[in-house]
């Protein structure tokens, strides 16, 4: 419960959870490598990236009010900056999007 408060002063329930969804579609086949929940909330892993199509669709899933905040760059514009056209709300997003069609092409 500690760990969890001490996340809490760096992140909102929404974004530690998020980040716990995205961790479980990740998670490493041997037991031995799965992180202690305190431990993972200790090591702001919430905020771990992870580059394939399951993270592509998890971020399509959440709502965004949950993603957002943890990927928000100040300096993106997505009706300009977005490369692609799709209006991408974040420049994660959309790079992880044209990740997804490198790696199908």
């Known amino acids: ?34 992180a202690h929940p305190a431990t993972w909330l200790n090591q702001g892993r919430w905020l771990d990236e992870y580059e394939d199509a399951v993270l592509l669709s998890k971020l399509k899933a959440a709502p965004i009010s949950a993603v957002l905040p943890m990927l928000a760059d100040p300096t993106w514009r997505p009706s300009v900056d977005c490369i692609h056209g799709r209006g991408c709300y974040t420049r994660a997003t959309c790079e992880a999007y044209e990740r997804s069609k490198e790696k199908s092409a």
């Open 1 to 34: 419960m500690k760990a969890y408060e001490k996340a809490m002063k760096l992140a909102t329930h929404e974004q530690i959870m998020a980040g716990v969804e995205l961790y479980r579609a990740h998670l490493p086949r041997e037991a031995q490598y799965i």
